[in-house]
Nanobody
Framework: QLQASGGGLVRPGGSLRLSCKCNGMILSTFSGSTLAWYRQDPGSQRESVATLGPNRVTNYADSVQGRFTISKDNTKRTFYLQMNSLRPEDTAVYYC?????????WGQGTEVTVSS
C-alpha cells in the first residue's frame, strides 16, 4: 500500500516535498518499479507530472520541468517529489504510483494548494 504525504498550503514561489512510502513492498519490487507522481484538479483528467524508471531515467511534464525533481530512497522504500517555484496552477491533488510489470499500486493522494 502506498502512502502519500507532504501536501499543504504554500505561497507562490514556495516549495514542498511530497513523499510516497511503499509499505510492505520488498526491495526488489521497489527498486524494479517505475515510480511516478500524477496530479488532478477538479474538472480535469489526472496527468503525469514526473516518472522515475528503475534505471533512474526521469521524465517530467513540460509544465514542471526545471522546477520539480523526483527521487527515491530504496532503503526506505520511499520516493519523493521536490517541488520548487510553485505556481497557483500547480494546485491539485497529487497521487503517487508504482508500476511493477503489469501491477500498479496507487497512493491515496495528497492535496497541494498554491495561493497567496
Amino acid at each position: 500500500q502506498l502512502q502519500a504525504s507532504g501536501g499543504g498550503l504554500v505561497r507562490p514561489g514556495g516549495s514542498l516535498r511530497l513523499s510516497c512510502k511503499c509499505n510492505g513492498m520488498i526491495l526488489s519490487t521497489f527498486s524494479g518499479s517505475t515510480l511516478a507522481w500524477y496530479r488532478q484538479d477538479p474538472g480535469s483528467q489526472r496527468e503525469s507530472v514526473a516518472t522515475l524508471g528503475p534505471n533512474r531515467v526521469t521524465n517530467y511534464a513540460d509544465s514542471v520541468q526545471g522546477r520539480f525533481t523526483i527521487s527515491k530512497d530504496n532503503t526506505k522504500r520511499t520516493f519523493y517529489l521536490q517541488m520548487n517555484s510553485l505556481r497557483p496552477e500547480d494546485t491539485a491533488v497529487y497521487y503517487c504510483k508504482a508500476t511493477y510489470g503489469t501491477r500498479e499500486y496507487w497512493g491515496q493522494g495528497t492535496e497541494v494548494t498554491v495561493s497567496s
